[in-house]
């Protein structure tokens, strides 16, 4: 049975102008349908991902989101709670009010809870102390591990990979398994396993709603392997083409519930629905034709994690999906849809030149909407949306269920950069409402942040353009004001009713004439007139090579708004200002910098590292350098520029500062007075009042590359000691 069957199908009228066709493209269309039967399911399967693959391109099967680095995965914002005794403390930087999003430290007030590579587990630490509560073991085969902290559970998240090599067990991709793991921790010295949840397929992304309702988005790939692997080895040693098993028992990704209660354990296997169960959201031929599509059972999951045994509810639908957008009554889904050689505006069974007809391929954003409910998840609408989101920050949700999403459509022309960005604002049923294009023709999208009826983004070619987009008629998006500025920044937050912060870099012209980055810059904006926002303070800490993991993850900035003061990790390079080498750096620092901002001033209150070089570094940096003292060769030899004459040991460090990289400042925490800074070696304490003396420091075994082969199985003992 054809998939277009079933498909809907629209297109535009198109007049013939002389001997050429003027026809426009069609407007893409969407159907979501409910597969009838088995056979159904599988013959749609067989007809969709060999023509989705046809041909064997490269890029044949879904072009790149554009992302901040996932996304860089995508960026949220430290906000501040209090616990039971009104202490501040840390949160993890959400975007979404109420919508918690998962991370790799997080505090309750009382423990602190830190996912160490090394040890291949999340720990608990006392606060107070330091001292080590708790080791939650975490196999070494699950990527990319998150957890989150909510009445009296931590809930793990991660993807597990096993050994199975997929080309031998069919064609479809069975070997990643999407792991929710809820743990008891009441009693976090006691922590236990209660409950555990695998699903095949990659874990895309999970947010968690204040009332304990997950939701989780799991995406199955299928693999075709005539495009990477057309032969293989058959059972007698000769090569054989693979053979693909279209059975709806092999495409139907399977979900195992195990239980734990006093030592007993309960598991329950399934599909994760039957035939009747499954939907799809396809396109009609002609888009199907035309655009990209990676063919993907993406499944959003929901559960109320307060429940010991709550049913699972699930939408199953044969689409594509790569970030998501959850608000308390909305799932968005959204990827991107590329046409890696153009879209032809030939209309469908008709002959035309293609000269005249091809047009520069393109990148899109394919969104759907799913409206939720505690109890059920209900599909509203997919529309395709020009150009590429940056990253999470690039999608919001207003209270009358518009979606509004930026995009960014890069392309160069004899040269010249000739991107733009655009704004498109879709109704609570699909319709595009409003719609702001071309803004900052040429600049590159660097950030965006939606605040109540208010856009503020930010482009960049040379300078930095901060403009304020007012959406309060979603109609009618109306660009308010607009402000240059050397420099950009990649990540804005509030600062209060009036102000916003805004994160970045610094810039310059180098000796060829480009602009290159410079330090951090740290910003405050006044906004308070919306139509001529300015800069009222600005900071910039370091020199060219500076950077700061918030800048590409704002779960990593953290602002302690009680005392108006900005907790950044950085690595900061002080230019020897060689104008032969802009890049050279004559000192270095890596760590934290404590910033306060007030609409007075920006400055820098206090630098912690975790870094202490050696004793012997000279000894260390000479013996290095002796090899370049004497040229046996003959031939012109490289001298690093730390071993030159005039070269001193702090050029030396910062040269080879990421020889040190197990000791870098990565994360901060704060409850109180206290300060906890985080690496991949260690936790340290120390106070606000006395940044420079630790108070308790815990120490962490540091990653071991030897790649231990991946287990599939981790008894429950090993998982928590």
Partial sequence: MSYSRYLLVGFLSISVISTSFAATTPEPQFSYHAFASCSELES????????????????????????????RSPAPTVSVSKSLDTTPKSDTNIQVKGIDEADTVKTDGKYVYSYQEGEHAIIILDAKTLAKIKTIRVPTNYSNPLF????????????????????????????????????????????????????????????????????AVVATSYWMPQIYRPYFLDTTGKMARPTFDYSSTNLIPRISDMSYSTGKQTISTRGVADCSGMR????????????????????????????????????????????????????????????????????????????????????????????????TIRYS????????????????????????????????????NTSSTSLSVLSSTGRVIGKLSDIAPGENFQSS???????????????????????????????????????????????????????????QVNQWGSTQNGGVKIDLYDVSDIAHPKQERSLVIGDIGSSSYALWNPKQFVWYREKNLLLLPVTLMTSANDKT??????????????????????????????????????????????????????????IPDYCKIGATLDMYLANTIWNYSSDFISRVLYVGESLYTIGTSRIQMQSFATPHTQIATQKFKIQSYNFPMPIDIMPISTMVR
């Avoid at 046809?54 to 996932?70: C, V």
């Avoid at 001033?601 to 050696?614: D, G, L, V, Y």
């Fill in 44 to 71: 749609t399967m067989r007809d969709i991902l060999p023509t989705t693959y046809s041909d064997g391109r490269m890029y044949k099967g879904g072009g790149i989101m554009m992302m901040a680095e996932d996304a």
């Fill in 148 to 215: 989150y902290i909510t009445k009296n559970k931590l809930i793990l998240t991660a993807t597990k990979y096993s050994q199975t090599n997929i080309y031998w067990k069919g064609w479809y991709n069975n070997s990643q398994k999407s792991i929710i793991a809820l743990y008891d921790i009441s009693n976090p010295a006691r922590a236990s396993l209660v409950r555990s949840i695998e699903v095949d397929g990659s874990l895309s992304d999970t947010r968690l709603g204040d009332t304990g309702i997950m939701t």
């Fill in 280 to 375: 799809s959201i396809l396109p009609d031929p002609w888009t199907l034709k035309n655009y990209n599509l990676n063919p993907t059972l993406t499944q959003i999951l929901r559960f109320d994690t307060t429940i010991p045994a709550s049913l699972i509810t699930s939408e199953i639908v044969l689409s594509d999906a790569g970030q998501i957008h959850v608000t308390r009554d909305s799932v968005y889904l959204t990827s991107s849809m590329w046409s890696p050689r153009g879209t032809s505006t030939c209309p469908p069974n008709a002959k035309c030149a293609a000269s005249l007809v091809y047009n520069p391929g393109t990148s899109n954003t394919l969104v759907h909407r799913f409206v939720v409910t505690n109890a």
């Fill in 381 to 416: 609408y997919s529309k395709l949306v020009s150009g590429s989101s940056l990253n999470q920050y690039s999608m919001d949700e207003n209270a009358a269920g518009d979606f509004r999403i930026v995009t960014t459509n890069s392309s160069w022309s004899g040269g010249v």
């Fill in 449 to 507: 942040r939606f605040i109540g009826d208010r856009l503020y983004l930010v482009t960049f070619q040379q300078i930095d353009p901060l403009f304020v987009i007012s959406l309060t008629d979603s109609r009618k998006p109306t660009i308010l004001g607009e402000l240059k500025m050397p420099g950009y920044s990649t990540y804005l937050h509030p600062y209060d009713a009036n102000r916003l912060i805004g994160i970045g870099y610094d810039t």
């Fill in 581 to 638: 080498n802009t890049y050279l750096s004559k000192a270095a620092f890596q760590g934290l910098v404590g910033i306060q901002i007030t609409p007075d001033q920006i400055a820098e209150k206090f630098r912690i590292t975790h870094i202490s070089p050696p004793a012997n570094l000279a000894t260390i940096w000479q013996k290095e350098c002796e090899q370049y003292k004497i040229n046996k060769t003959g031939y012109e030899q490289y």
